[in-house]
T-cell receptor, first 114, second 111 residues
């Protein structure tokens, strides 16, 4: 069974530029999560999708971050414009159902904002 | 808000000995707890979990203990192996399934 796929693996941009990350969850997993992991901290939930609907985006900085999962499968997370403090690893995870507690993580996208 | 805390950023043990990683939480609504293991340049991988109706769960060399009254859980690895060297994240979730992670503990197992 293929795992959660993410691309790109690394991205370096200058502040005020835009960037987008892509995630393809495990086949059949209805729930998709985006996390931000800053160096030295645990992952912090940004947004949770159930199929193509948003379940929780309370911690998403909506002035600059946006995410979509239009067809309920893969998802994109966008930052526009990026700030220095956005430098982090962005992790995508999926689970079969919201009540399934175990989430399966992708390898992450490491973003550096200069 | 630090609802899940791992107070030891690092731990070093000798191969063959026991590794004990600790985690504390503050939210009494948490009822499911997980440990994830993370190697460099990879995403966290699920290791073991425990629900609040239990106080112990064992899977091979890995055992998780939950003390609800103290809001404390620990992961025991016996015997420790060099391949166990990684960062271990404690995570907790409540009925709303909003999972919270600790900051992680870097375990180094020396041959």
């Amino acid at each position: 069974e293929a795992g959660v796929a993410q691309s790109p693996r690394y991205k370096i941009i200058e502040k005020r530029q835009s960037v987008a990350f892509w995630c393809n969850p495990i086949s059949g997993h209805a729930t998709l999560y985006w996390y931000q992991q800053i160096l030295g901290q645990g992952p912090k939930l940004l947004i949770q999708f159930q199929n193509n609907g948003v379940v929780d985006d309370s911690q998403l900085p909506k002035d600059r971050f946006s995410a979509e999962r239009l067809k309920g499968v893969d998802s994109t997370l966008k930052i526009q414009p990026a700030k220095l403090e956005d430098s982090a690893v962005y992790l995508c995870a999926s689970s079969f159902h919201p009540s399934e507690e175990t989430q399966y993580f992708g390898p992450g996208t490491r973003l550096l904002v200069l | 808000d630090q609802q899940v805390k791992q107070n030891s950023p690092s731990l070093s043990v000798q191969e063959g000995r026991i590794s004990i990683l600790n985690c504390d939480y503050t939210n009494s609504m948490f009822d499911y707890f997980l440990w994830y293991k993370k190697y460099p340049a990879e995403g966290p991988t699920f290791l073991i979990s425990i629900s609040s109706i239990k106080d112990k769960n064992e899977d091979g060399r890995f055992t998780v203990f939950l003390n609800k009254s103290a809001k404390h859980l620990s992961l025991h690895i016996v015997p420790s192996q060099p391949g166990d060297s990684a960062v271990y994240f404690c995570a907790a979730s409540g009925g709303d399934n909003d999972m919270r992670f600790g900051a992680g503990t870097r375990l180094t197992v020396k041959p």
